[in-house]
């Protein structure tokens, strides 16, 4: 088994990898509707609950609005520029697709 992401060679029961530390198991991808009066509320809930690895806000045309790595919701003072952008696309957008990739148990 190799990393997706550097490509070095992995143990069979690894979970990470050991050069760049990458997930390496099985991820999950939700997708879901919101209004854009719920869409902040909603990510917040979304990075609270911990297991998510990638977060990404659409448009109802489904261009990328904001992407926000798993990292982001672990510091409090890093979200806040975050969720000030979420503040702006909910003023334009009416309604977001917000996918969620999560890790696989």
Same mark, same amino acid.
């Given at each position: 088994?190799?990393?997706?992401?550097?490509? !070095?060679?992995?143990?069979? @029961?690894?979970?990470?990898?050991?050069?760049? $530390?990458?997930? %390496? $198991?099985?991820?999950?991808?939700?997708?879901?509707?919101?209004?854009?009066?719920?869409?902040?509320?909603? %990510?917040?809930?979304?990075?609270?609950? $911990?297991?998510?690895?990638?977060?990404? !806000?659409? @448009?109802?045309?489904?261009?990328?609005?904001?992407?926000?790595?798993? =990292? !982001?919701?672990? !510091? $409090?003072?890093?979200?806040?520029? =975050?969720?000030?952008?979420?503040?702006?696309?909910?003023?334009?957008?009416?309604?977001?697709?917000?996918?969620?990739?999560?890790?696989?148990?």
């Amino acid at each position: 088994m190799k990393c997706k992401n550097c490509g !070095v060679e992995l143990a069979e @029961d690894a979970k990470f990898c050991s050069n760049c $530390g990458a997930y %390496v $198991g099985k991820t999950v991808m939700e997708e879901f509707r919101v209004s854009s009066d719920n869409l902040i509320r909603e %990510v917040n809930r979304l990075l609270r609950e $911990g297991n998510i690895t990638r977060l990404i !806000v659409k @448009d109802e045309k489904g261009k990328i609005l904001l992407e926000i790595p798993a =990292w !982001v919701g672990i !510091v $409090g003072a890093v979200l806040a520029p =975050w969720l000030a952008a979420l503040g702006a696309i909910a003023a334009f957008a009416t309604d977001c697709t917000i996918s969620i990739v999560r890790q696989e148990q």
